[in-house]
């Protein structure tokens, strides 16, 4: 079956645009999560959906980043007013079920690798 | 929050068995202990699984002391393709809803 889907799979863009990142998560599951890795770094959570909710938009990095997810299915990251410090690869992941249920592994999709020149 | 602690690297030979420890204090009673691996260039891929004892699948196994204080993933007889990073991850803490994998341990096979 398919995996975890993510468009683009590479964005270069100059510093001050916005970028939209897009998650398509495995039908069915109704968690789905955004994470950002930069080089040789570990995983960085951003933000979780439950459904089309986000209970805790804490882990987002400043007020430019905001996230949202339409009927409970695709899912967009939108940075604005992008910074060099914003390049990073940006993984989405979907588990079949929420936090509370933490014994459903999450799938990851392959990222998209942000560059901001 | 249940944070978690792995070496960064580890180097091993072809064959061996090779077993990565991540420390997790604060892990809470609801929490199951996972494992991923991750190729350059990849999203990180789930390994294993487990809640205590010993879990064992067609990969690896995953040994969780009495206490679930630490886990140990173990790799048998490991070859040049499992070079890659392991991250364990614990599930959330209750009142939040942050997740944090652990730095991961990059893992080399030497041949």
């Known amino acids: 079956g398919a995996g975890v889907s993510q468009s683009p799979s590479n964005k270069v863009t100059e510093k001050g645009k916005d970028v939209e990142l897009r998650c398509d998560p495995i039908?069915?599951?109704?968690?789905l999560y955004w994470y950002r890795q930069s080089l040789g770094q570990g995983l960085e959570f951003l933000i979780y959906?439950?459904?089309?909710?986000?209970?805790?938009k804490s882990g987002l990095p400043s007020d430019r980043f905001s996230a949202e997810r339409t009927g409970g299915s695709v899912s967009t990251l939108t940075i604005q007013r992008t910074q060099q410090e914003d390049s990073a690869v940006y993984l989405c992941?979907?588990?079949?079920?929420?936090?509370?249920?933490?014994?459903?592994?999450?799938?990851f999709g392959d990222g998209t690798r942000l560059s901001i020149l | 929050l249940a944070k978690t602690t792995q070496p960064i690297s580890m180097d091993s030979y072809e064959g061996q068995e090779v077993n990565i420890t991540c420390s997790h204090n604060?892990?809470?009673?609801?929490?199951?202990i996972t494992w991923y691996q991750q190729f350059p260039s990849q999203g990180p891929r789930f390994i294993i699984q487990?809640?205590?004892t010993k879990v064992t699948n067609e990969v690896a196994s995953l040994f969780i002391p009495a206490d679930r204080k630490s886990s140990t993933l173990s790799l048998p007889r490991v070859s040049l393709s499992d070079t890659a990073v392991y991250y364990c991850?614990?599930?959330?803490?209750?009142?939040?809803?942050?997740?944090?994998f652990g730095t991961g341990t990059s893992l080399t096979v030497i041949p």
């Open positions: 992941a979907s588990s079949l079920g929420g936090p509370a249920y933490s014994n459903q592994p999450q799938h």
């Open positions: 039908s069915g599951h109704t968690a």
């Open positions: 959906f439950q459904g089309n909710s986000a209970p805790d």
């Open positions: 604060n892990i809470a009673t609801n929490d199951y």
């Open positions: 487990g809640y205590k």
């Open positions: 991850l614990v599930g959330p803490r209750r009142m939040g809803n942050q997740f944090y």
